[in-house]
């Protein structure tokens, strides 16, 4: 398996523009999580889902932030509009919800709002 | 509320002295317990996990974690460090099964 996959693994955009994240989780699993990282705050937890279901989005931190699982092999994370404190590195995890509980990550897409 | 503190944001060391970075977490019934190494611009690779059993667990690259129930604790230890290890370690919790959350992290920095 290629591992988690993440796209774009950077972006650039302008203020005010929509920004689409896109995961692709390893095959099998059923737990997908998002978390953004900056230095201030660290690791947080954005959102999960287990079997394509939002659990908890208690961590997205404003409307203009979204996130969607369509199917089993894909996620998307949207910030429409994008605002300059929202640039940091947005991951994607993903684990298989019971069994051996290791989350295992993207590579990160590096946002960057101008 | 769940919550996971990293004490130190930064531990400066030479290299072959011991290290400990700190963890603790907020109690509860059913917990998983890990820690992750993130290099520059890269991901997050598991260095070792605690899943039940024996409370001394050991992980790659020479490192071990203790398990302590009573202190809500999860300490990660290496007996003697290289200028390899410098990196980022994160402390990660998974309440319930379900829900990972991760501290703030510690900066491991290694001097010759």
């Known amino acids: 398996d290629a591992g988690v996959i993440q796209s774009p693994r950077h972006e650039v955009t302008e203020m005010g523009q929509e920004v689409t994240l896109r995961c692709k989780p390893i095959s099998g699993h059923n737990s997908l999580f998002w978390y953004r990282q900056t230095m201030m705050r660290g690791l947080e937890l954005l959102i999960y889902?287990?079997?394509?279901?939002?659990?908890?989005d208690s961590g997205m931190p404003e409307d203009r932030f979204s996130a969607k699982m369509p199917n089993a092999s894909f996620s998307t994370l949207k910030i429409q509009p994008s605002e300059p404190r929202d640039s940091a590195v947005y991951f994607c995890?993903?684990?298989?919800?019971?069994?051996?509980?290791?989350?295992?990550f993207g590579q990160g897409t590096r946002l960057t709002v101008v | 509320a769940q919550s996971v503190t990293q004490l130190d944001s930064q531990v400066p060391v030479f290299e072959e002295a011991p290290v400990e970075l700190r963890c603790n977490y907020s109690s509860s019934v059913s917990v998983y317990l890990f820690w992750y190494v993130q290099y520059p611009n890269q991901g997050l690779q598991l260095l070792l996990k605690y899943l039940s059993g024996s409370t001394l667990v050991k992980g790659i690259n020479g490192f071990e974690a203790e398990f302590n129930k009573s202190q809500t604790s999860f300490h990660l230890r290496k007996p003697s460090v290289h200028i390899s290890d410098t990196a980022e370690y994160f402390c990660?919790?998974?309440?319930?099964?379900?829900?990972?959350?991760f501290g703030t992290g510690t900066r491991l920095q290694v001097f010759p």
């Open positions: 990660a919790v998974l309440y319930n099964t379900d829900k990972l959350i």
């Open positions: 889902f287990n079997n394509n279901v939002p659990i908890d």
């Open positions: 995890a993903s684990s298989l919800r019971g069994q051996n509980t290791e989350a295992f």
